[in-house]
């Protein structure tokens, strides 16, 4: 692959009830992006946006936003789902020679519809959306089932959560930063089995943009710090819950050899030095951890347990404090990639990862993660 | 009906929120495996569909293999008992969208004949004694709407604690 770079990031600080609109927040970020890449508008080619219009509680969703992101007079174009995927289709239109930058772009406010309503739609409407299941019920059967298989023990979970939401104190973009213990998660309420309150992951609004250029751009724009995509790959699982193997995410495993061999990664546990996984609840995140290779299945609980994956440790795992502390669903992954980008910089500030050379970024979508995306970052 | 978009005008932080309600009337086209699979709900009798390149037998039923991508046409019959894979224990309340009052649980059960799990409610049942691998069944609606919840829900079989 031709070599592409991100060369410009730009977040919101991440909240529940932000009193600026979408084209605001977009507004906001992709301004920011811009001036952390050195660049004006004039310089980008092209734009990908990420809406859903449930979420935005409009149809063709895209449009409003256009201006914002700095569609106008440009070719623009957009992406339902996560962010990581936005991602994925703007390092495509620039690998295709037609662009020599992307401007993308996500935003999300997630406080201004009706949560589990609204991921209740995301069921089939003739067949089981009239149970009536949402995102924490559904990815409930998911946990149980995991922990189940494997022994892992609802303070495994809570260790991530206790991890997460401490690391968010060095998070300014953070939502929901907490000191915490496992007896703290393990007493919250009970929401459906086996996930409490203080699994879960808030209720979020933000936008982040990225910025990636061609070789060529970064050479003759002089780009500031530009960081590389090694590698990345994407894949999907059945739709049905029921016909997926719900304690094992073979579609992450594909993905993650995919991008590590296009990345030339052989040991990821060794050769990674800084995650960012997209943890919607608590054991999502042990999930990850083995479907991205970074130890055997079903040693998930053992890897949170001997702090491998808390700052210090050998190979840190969200120390921007991870989607259990910000949440805003659309934006959820290009915020992992935004926040590699300033770990493989040396500016991530307080949560910085000491000498990071190689990063790996996660998004998912879908009910219980039914499709991955993952990224391999170097500087 | 009156227009719906903005409902209430509120202040936050010196700037308006504008609340309101989107509320659209939509049909559903069930399609010709959904319809089958519901006249055969109809009768007290499940339906499921075997690929003939993976040898699966998948309930519900869909039209396409996703393993193989071949189209799957041959209809085969499954049992109302299966075997509960997993399942979650609801303790909040979303009384506009749960089918039953929290606490109660959804499971994947695994019908006898059936090589997919099917997501439902589990009722008539003591919630802290489920566990994987129970057997449960189907327990039918007693007047059919020609939708998922044709089948009520499932309940443990007996002698299953």
Request: charged share 25%.
């Amino acid at each position: 692959m031709e070599r592409i770079a991100i060369v410009g990031v730009g977040q919101t600080k991440y909240e529940r009830g932000k009193t600026k609109n979408f084209a605001e927040l977009v507004y906001e970020v992709a301004r920011k992006a811009l001036d952390d890449a050195g660049m004006e508008l004039s310089d980008i080619d092209n734009v990908v946006t990420t809406t859903n219009d449930f979420f935005d509680g409009r149809t063709i969703a895209c449009m409003p936003i256009a201006e914002a992101s700095g569609s106008y007079g440009r070719d623009a174009t957009n992406v339902e789902g996560d962010g990581t995927l936005s991602a994925f289709y703007g390092l495509m239109r620039t690998l295709s020679g037609v662009y020599g930058t992307t401007m993308v772009t996500a935003h999300c406010k997630v406080s201004e519809g009706s949560p589990r309503k609204l991921f209740n739609q995301a069921f089939d409407p003739v067949y089981d959306r009239l149970l009536g299941m949402d995102a924490i019920s559904s990815c409930a059967l998911q946990a149980r089932a995991y922990m189940h298989r494997f022994g892992i023990t609802e303070e495994q979970c809570a260790k991530v959560s206790v991890k997460n939401h401490g690391n968010a104190k060095n998070n300014p973009y953070a939502h929901v930063a907490l000191d915490i213990t496992v007896e703290d998660v393990m007493k919250s309420p009970m929401l459906a089995e086996p996930i409490k309150r203080l699994d879960t992951s808030p209720i979020s609004d933000g936008a982040c943009a990225i910025i990636l250029a061609t070789e060529e751009v970064v050479q003759k724009k002089a780009a500031r710090k530009p960081v590389w995509i090694k590698g990345v790959a994407h894949c999907t699982d059945a739709y049905r819950l029921g016909e997926r193997d719900l304690t094992h995410s073979l579609p992450l495993e594909t993905a993650a050899k995919k991008a590590y061999q296009m990345a030339g990664i052989k040991d990821p546990s060794r050769e990674i030095h800084v995650a960012e996984v997209y943890d919607a609840f608590s054991y999502m995140e042990l999930m990850w951890y083995e479907g991205l290779g970074f130890c055997g299945p079903g040693q998930g609980g053992q890897l949170i347990d001997n702090g491998a994956t808390q700052m210090g440790g050998k190979l840190p795992v969200n120390p921007s404090g991870g989607v259990l502390s910000a949440h805003s669903v659309q934006v959820a992954g290009l915020a992992r990639i935004a926040e590699a980008v300033l770990q493989l910089r040396g500016e991530a500030g307080r949560r910085q990862v000491p000498g990071a050379k190689v990063a790996l970024a996660h998004g998912i979508t879908g009910i219980c993660a039914q499709t991955h995306c993952v990224w391999v970052l170097s500087n | 009906m009156e227009n719906e978009t903005i409902l209430e005008v509120k202040e936050k932080d010196g700037l308006l929120i504008h609340q309101g309600v989107i509320r659209v009337p939509y049909t559903w086209a069930a399609g010709a495996v959904a319809s089958k699979f519901y006249a055969g709900l109809r009768n007290k009798r499940i339906y499921g569909v075997r690929c003939p390149t993976c040898r699966i037998v998948l309930v519900p039923p869909k039209k396409t293999c996703h393993r193989c991508f071949g189209e799957l046409s041959e209809w085969v019959e499954v049992g109302h008992e299966g075997t509960l894979q997993t399942f979650t224990v609801v303790h909040y309340h979303e009384p506009e969208l749960h089918p039953l009052k929290a606490p109660f649980a959804y499971g994947i059960i695994k019908l006898d004949g059936a090589d997919t799990g099917m997501t439902h409610v589990i009722a008539e049942a003591d919630l802290k004694a489920l566990k994987e691998g129970m057997r449960v069944k189907a327990v039918f609606k007693e007047i059919p709407g020609g939708n998922y919840l044709d089948i009520k829900y499932f309940k443990p079989v007996k002698g299953e604690k």
